[in-house]
Structure formats: C-alpha cells, structure tokens
C-alpha cells in the first residue's frame, strides 16, 4: 500500500469528522481512535488502483456513503476529480455535508437519496460497507459508462463473494478483471480488497 501521510486537510477533517461523530454516531466510540487507520487510510485504497490502471476519471459516485467514507477521503485527495456521494440516511448525509462546507470541498457533491433514483453515467462507482457483491453490482452497473469501473471495498472474503455475484455481473455487461490486496495500517492484521469490476 503506498504510505498516505496525514496532510494538513487529513488533520482538520479528523477534527470535523470527529464533532459531528458525537452529535450522530457515524462510527463506534470504539473506532474514533482508528479513524486514520480503518477509516480515511481505508478509503485510499483506491489509490492502488489509480496507479496500476492510470485510469484519471471526471465523475465518481460513492453509493452509500454514509458520514462521508469513502467520498470525503476521495475528494481531499484529488481535487480534480468530481465526487458524488449518496445515501438515504438524512442524519449522515447533513454531517458529510457539514465537514465538506467546514473544508471548503468544491469538488464533492451529497444527495440524500435511494440509489435507484438517479441516473448516471459514471466514469467510476465505489461502495464500502453497504451490501453483498450481488446486490451492490445490481445498483452500481447500469449507473456506470461503458468501459467505466465498480470498485467494491471487501474484506477477506472477496473473492467468494465475487464469484457469487458473477452472474449478476455478467448479465450487467461487466467483468471482474482484478483484486487489489492491502492491509490497514494496525497492530492486528486486517486485510482488505478492492473488487474492480469494468463495463463493457
């Protein structure tokens, strides 16, 4: 995994993200202190895929985004990209929106919405946390362009579950080419996947 320092922007949306965690319960108590470590470095992962593909896209949406992970970390880190994140959560979608006003994020926007009810297309789709592999490829696909990319942040048990959604991923003109493999940065050994599926 490439090392990601905690620049200044990293440093003050720790701080926000951190405020709006007391009033809302976006993450555990028990994950405050690993908010760096299982959280923001987690999100990132995507950077691994940016640098094997050398993939620059224009429009990226985070489905189910929640308090804000991983579009927050995404937007901070690459200003030049459009970020999009939604979830139907109206509490979680004020506080993304709340740290995003508190660092100035032009780049990102929040709708407060069901997936099926927008439309696309969308150069890349990414999801952490939200649904199995079958159901979250059923969302993301028909919302991405043709020769566009679904990144699904996993645990250990990617490769089951992308063999299981195979089918849906099939019939939704797409394939799963690669699995991007990292561990957070912690004591105790977590690993992580990202699934890349591409529309053809």
Do not use: Q, W
């Given at each position: 995994?490439?090392?990601?320092?905690?620049?200044?922007?990293?440093?003050?949306?720790?701080?926000?993200?951190?405020?709006?965690?007391?009033?809302?319960?976006?993450?555990?108590?028990?994950?405050?202190?690993?908010?760096?470590?299982?959280?923001?470095?987690?999100?990132?992962?995507?950077?691994?895929?940016?640098?094997?593909?050398?993939?620059?896209?224009?429009?990226?949406?985070?489905?189910?985004?929640?308090g804000g992970f991983?579009?927050?970390?995404?937007?901070?880190?690459?200003?030049?990209?459009?970020?999009?994140?939604?979830?139907?959560?109206?509490?979680?979608?004020?506080?993304?929106?709340?740290?995003?006003?508190?660092?100035?994020?032009?780049?990102?926007?929040?709708?407060?919405?069901?997936?099926?009810?927008?439309?696309?297309?969308?150069?890349?789709?990414?999801?952490?946390?939200?649904?199995?592999?079958?159901?979250?490829?059923a969302y993301a696909?028909?919302?991405?362009?043709?020769?566009?990319?679904?990144?699904?942040?996993?645990?250990?048990?990617?490769?089951?579950?992308?063999?299981?959604?195979?089918?849906?991923?099939?019939?939704?003109?797409?394939?799963?080419?690669?699995i991007l493999e990292?561990?957070?940065?912690?004591?105790?050994?977590?690993?992580?996947?990202?699934?890349?599926?591409?529309?053809?």
């Amino acid at each position: 995994m490439p090392d990601i320092r905690i620049a200044s922007d990293f440093t003050r949306f720790i701080e926000y993200f951190l405020e709006e965690n007391s009033k809302h319960n976006l993450i555990s108590k028990n994950d405050e202190k690993y908010l760096y470590e299982k959280h923001i470095f987690d999100s990132l992962g995507i950077k691994l895929f940016f640098e094997k593909y050398g993939i620059k896209p224009e429009k990226l949406l985070d489905i189910g985004c929640g308090g804000g992970f991983p579009c927050l970390p995404i937007a901070i880190e690459y200003p030049e990209l459009n970020v999009f994140g939604i979830d139907s959560i109206g509490k979680k979608i004020k506080s993304a929106e709340t740290i995003k006003e508190k660092l100035g994020l032009k780049n990102l926007t929040l709708i407060c919405d069901r997936v099926e009810n927008i439309s696309g297309p969308f150069d890349i789709i990414v999801s952490r946390a939200v649904a199995n592999m079958s159901k979250i490829s059923a969302y993301a696909l028909p919302l991405l362009k043709p020769g566009g990319y679904f990144l699904a942040y996993k645990s250990r048990k990617a490769k089951e579950e992308s063999k299981e959604a195979e089918p849906i991923i099939k019939n939704l003109k797409g394939e799963v080419i690669d699995i991007l493999e990292y561990r957070l940065p912690l004591e105790e050994v977590y690993e992580r996947n990202l699934i890349c599926v591409k529309k053809n």
